[in-house]
T-cell receptor
Framework: DAKTTQPPSMDCAEGRAANLPCNHSTISGNEYVYWYRQIHSQGPQYIIHGLKNNETNEMASLIITEDRKSSTLILPHATLRDTAVYYCIVRVGDAGGTSYGKLTFGQGTILTVHP | GAGVSQSPSNKVTEKGKDVELRCDPISGHTALYWYRQSLGQGLEFLIYFQGNSAPDKSGLPSDRFSAERTGGSVSTLTIQRTQQEDSAVYLC?????????????FGPGTRLTVT
């Protein structure tokens, strides 16, 4: 699986959008971009994933550049409960979008949402 | 419905003793994963079970570590002759690969302390 690079930490004001970048310049054509987050003392939680199109769900939006070498996770209205470590992961998937096997976590970005 | 459960939640053991950690995955999930997270370290993959296939043991750090999954459901991670460097939070996750996003659902973890 391709390696990812994320800033070690970011701050965001409550109610504002949080934009978390991720570089994955060696991503392959069949690798998907996944985002998970880990709130303190809990297990990681899936947020969103995508291949090349932008994706949106109830939690966040994922913007992937046209060359797929980087992406941005957007939390549109950050709350204090969004304070967590955010992990960007690339993972091989099939044509149907299903990925298998382990997740390879990097160091992630510590997002702190302040009042 | 019920999520992934792990037991015990905390375990303190003396160096050299054997320990068993248990994981109950979400009912119907055919894939089961073990990870560990040491203080100040990222999440490290240990082992992956998928249905009746041979498990992916590529992440086990030494032959003191082993895991089994009985009846395609409950899994036990065994650490023999524990060492202080085995102290970590051990996380279990399960998933259903039949779903496109195949997200992994994580349990709360077992905090292992080796004295």
């Amino acid at each position: 699986d391709a390696k990812t690079t994320q800033p070690p930490s970011m701050d965001c004001a409550e109610g504002r959008a949080a934009n978390l970048p991720c570089n994955h310049s060696t991503i392959s054509g069949n690798e998907y971009v996944y985002w998970y987050r880990q709130i303190h003392s809990q297990g990681p939680q899936y947020i969103i994933h995508g291949l090349k199109n932008n994706e949106t769900n109830e939690m966040a939006s994922l913007i992937i550049t046209e060359d797929r070498k980087s992406s941005t996770l957007i939390l549109p209205h950050a709350t204090l409960r969004d304070t967590a470590v955010y992990y960007c992961i690339v993972r091989v998937g099939d044509a149907g979008g299903t990925s298998y096997g382990k997740l390879t976590f990097g160091q992630g970005t510590i997002l702190t949402v302040h009042p | 419905g019920a999520g992934v459960s792990q037991s015990p939640s905390n375990k303190v053991t003396e160096k050299g003793k054997d320990v068993e950690l248990r994981c109950d995955p979400i009912s119907g999930h055919t894939a089961l994963y073990w990870y560990r997270q040491s203080l100040g370290q990222g999440l490290e993959f240990l082992i992956y079970f998928q249905g009746n296939s041979a498990p992916d043991k590529s992440g086990l750090p030494s032959d003191r570590f082993s895991a089994e999954r009985t009846g395609g459901s409950v899994s036990t991670l065994t650490i023999q002759r524990t060492q202080q460097e085995d102290s970590a939070v051990y996380l279990c996750a399960s998933s259903f690969p039949g779903l496109a996003r195949n997200e992994q659902y994580f349990g709360p973890g077992t905090r292992l302390t080796v004295t």
